[in-house]
């Protein structure tokens, strides 16, 4: 499909000014007629196949080219739709960069170079986290692949039946000197170990709240304190009146009206969020009353994780640098390897949990778990899987799931030391890490091999990609570009920008910015130290001119413009309010990223949404996170 738009021209102009600044970078390998001779392949390619072959053909080989950095599989470009170097199974465009890192026959180079390795890699994987509206059958894909991963776990159900069956056996045998099968002592060990972990929990001992997402009963921000349905499921184990009322005289004043509300399991819902240019990520939206208690459960879980001496060096929920650190050191001597589950918050099933967890902690954590789940189409579906993505409870068990299981069949303590474990982003020593993709595999997880590295040079984990020492991670586009002012496009683009002129892309940032100048006026530069997000550089004619003298903090302040997101006040009932008055404050001591939320790529958006600390808490106001609006005030 031919371009036929401004937003198709855009992207090829932004992929030439990609083109000249990586070649200009590289001119030892180039000269003038290979530039021209490339950026004409491309720009004919891209106008014959369109935006796909930005989201899907480039980023096809550039995964193919992590694959032989990683030792795995040579590079072919043939078999990949790309003409090949003449007595080479390189590719021909970009082919003076491939030389100097992969042999003819696609294996790596013995003293390959990093910074060819950035460039190439800039090139084929910009355009790959594209958000482009999905189809209709990407989204039945999706679906399909959630409802088929149930099935699975269905028939995995007696396996777990008859391994808890032998462990249990095992306590028995094991006094009169049989030794039990490798997975049973595994098995044994990984329990021992959450039986430590829990020892001194009290999963009582909570501080419920509401998250900022959405809900499956559809409650708007302020509605999610006026109860109207609270499982009987729930209020066994966290009664009513205790986690659900501001006080007593919150029972007694409301009594009439707690008597209407009901004790329904309500079903969680499925929803569809952008992901990339491949297609949709599927959420689960928990119910309510379920959202209440896990954020609560979830956030002392994180509590104690990143407290406890077992699992404080070990495991992380709000601190990725750990894993970034071991990627990039593993890519350089090759002790570590990157392991990275496929559908892992989906393959933790019910009877994974039950069969590790202690079962005063699992009684609690089943209390909270939305059992069923509705999709799209209206079916509601029983879950087998603990808890889908979306659930606030689901990061937390995942990862304590993998590090015990991992820690119990470690061999020594060097290697129990050494293992690193953010969600599914798991870090290992190389020496263990096929065992280790075993071990899991024996529980029911299902390893991601085209992201695992477990050789060669290269390493990946938590949105860092390594290649020999060296940070080779590519400035990725998310946020489609929008030719009218969107505060998502605005904020977005400008990090995009200034990521781009941090690795010295000056003709791409430049285009970047013109188009920023044309569609939003005067932006701020980072000279000007105003507190606002602003550009690297920005010519002088092109910042914001309106200024005043501001005379209590004795400097000039700039009109210039902001992204927030919007303040509602909506008034509810006083018992209501001061319920929310506990949550917000009773629980500001703990831990300030969600539990549920897994950030891998946090550099894109860190200043997206301005956030006004100077402004007191208010039990009426609300911050709306869904939507978001651009602003000029003076700063």
């Excluded at 031919?2 to 992207?11: S, T």
């Excluded at 007696?158 to 595994?186: H, I, M, W």
């Excluded at 629980?587 to 402004?615: C, M, Q, R, W």
Aim: charged share 25%.
């Amino acid at each position: 499909m031919a371009p036929n738009n401004r937003l198709d021209d855009r992207n090829e102009s932004i992929i030439t000014a990609l083109l000249h600044d990586v070649i200009n970078a590289h001119g030892l390998v180039f000269n003038t007629r290979d530039l021209k001779l490339t950026v004409k392949k491309v720009s004919s390619r891209l106008r014959a196949e369109g935006i796909g072959f930005l989201t899907k053909t480039l980023p096809h080989l550039g995964k193919a080219f992590d694959k032989a950095l990683a030792g795995d599989t040579p590079l072919n470009a043939a078999k990949l739709g790309f003409n090949s170097m003449p007595n080479s199974k390189l590719p021909k465009l970009f082919g003076e960069l491939f030389r100097n890192v992969l042999q003819p026959n696609g294996e790596l180079l013995q003293h390959p170079c990093a910074n060819s390795v950035k460039a190439i890699r800039q090139i084929l994987l910009v355009f790959y986290k594209y958000e482009l509206p999905f189809t209709d059958e990407q989204t039945q894909t999706v679906i399909d692949r959630f409802t088929k991963t149930e099935e699975d776990l269905c028939t995995l159900h007696p396996c777990f039946k008859d391994l808890e069956a032998r462990v249990a056996n095992s306590y028995q045998t094991c006094l009169v000197g049989v030794v039990a099968d490798e997975q049973v002592e595994v098995t044994r060990r990984a329990q021992q170990l959450l039986k430590r972990l829990f020892a001194h929990f009290d999963p009582k001992d909570i501080y419920p709240r509401h998250g900022p997402g959405t809900v499956a009963t559809k409650q708007r921000l302020w509605g999610k304190y006026c109860w109207t349905n609270v499982s009987a499921r729930i209020t066994d184990m966290y009664p009513f009146d205790a986690y659900f009322c501001a006080s007593l005289g919150h029972v007694c004043d409301s009594f009439d009206t707690f008597k209407g509300v009901g004790e329904l399991d309500l079903p969680a819902r499925v929803i569809l969020v952008p992901k990339d240019s491949r297609g949709p990520r599927l959420i689960s939206c928990e119910p309510v009353d379920f959202q209440w208690i896990q954020q609560g459960l979830g956030r002392a879980i994180v509590q104690l994780v990143e407290k406890h001496r077992l699992t404080r060096d070990n495991v992380h929920f709000t601190d990725q640098s750990p894993n970034q650190v071991g990627a990039i050191y593993g890519s350089e001597n090759g002790r570590y390897a990157t392991l990275d589950l496929n559908e892992a918050s989906d393959r933790v099933s019910v009877d994974l949990v039950r069969l590790l967890f202690p079962e005063n902690v699992f009684t609690y954590l089943m209390a909270c778990r939305s059992s069923s789940t509705e999709l799209p189409n209206g079916e509601v579906i029983e879950l087998q899987k603990f808890a889908p993505m979306g659930s606030c409870l689901c990061f937390p068990i995942l990862a304590l799931t993998i590090w015990a299981i991992l820690t119990a069949s470690a061999p020594d303590a060097y290697t129990r030391e050494r293992i690193l474990v953010y969600g599914d982003d798991v870090i290992v020593p190389t020496a263990q890490a096929v065992d280790a993709m075993k071990q899991l595999e024996s529980y029911g997880l299902k390893i991601n091999r085209d992201k695992s590295c477990i050789s060669g040079l290269f390493r990946e984990s938590c949105g860092t990609d390594a290649f020999n020492g060296v940070n080779v991670t590519p400035v990725r586009f998310r946020t489609v570009w929008s030719s009218t002012p969107s505060p998502s496009s605005y904020a977005s683009w400008l990090k995009y920008a200034n990521h781009l002129y941090d690795r010295k892309y000056f003709r791409t940032y430049d285009l970047i910015v013109a188009d920023l100048l044309a569609l939003y006026g005067p932006i701020a530069s980072d000279d000007m130290h105003l507190a606002c997000p602003s550009l690297r550089e920005v010519p002088d004619c092109s910042k914001p001119k309106r200024r005043r003298w501001n005379k209590n903090l004795q400097k000039f302040e700039y009109y210039v413009t902001e992204v927030k997101s919007p303040v509602i006040n909506q008034e509810i009932d006083g018992w209501s309010m001061l319920l929310r008055h506990f949550a917000e404050t009773g629980s500001s001591h703990s831990t300030e990223s969600p539990a549920g939320i897994n950030t891998k790529e946090p550099s894109d958006f860190d200043l997206t949404l301005e956030v006004n600390l100077d402004v007191p808490f208010s039990v009426r106001s609300y911050t709306s996170r869904r939507t978001s609006l651009l602003v000029r005030r003076w700063r």
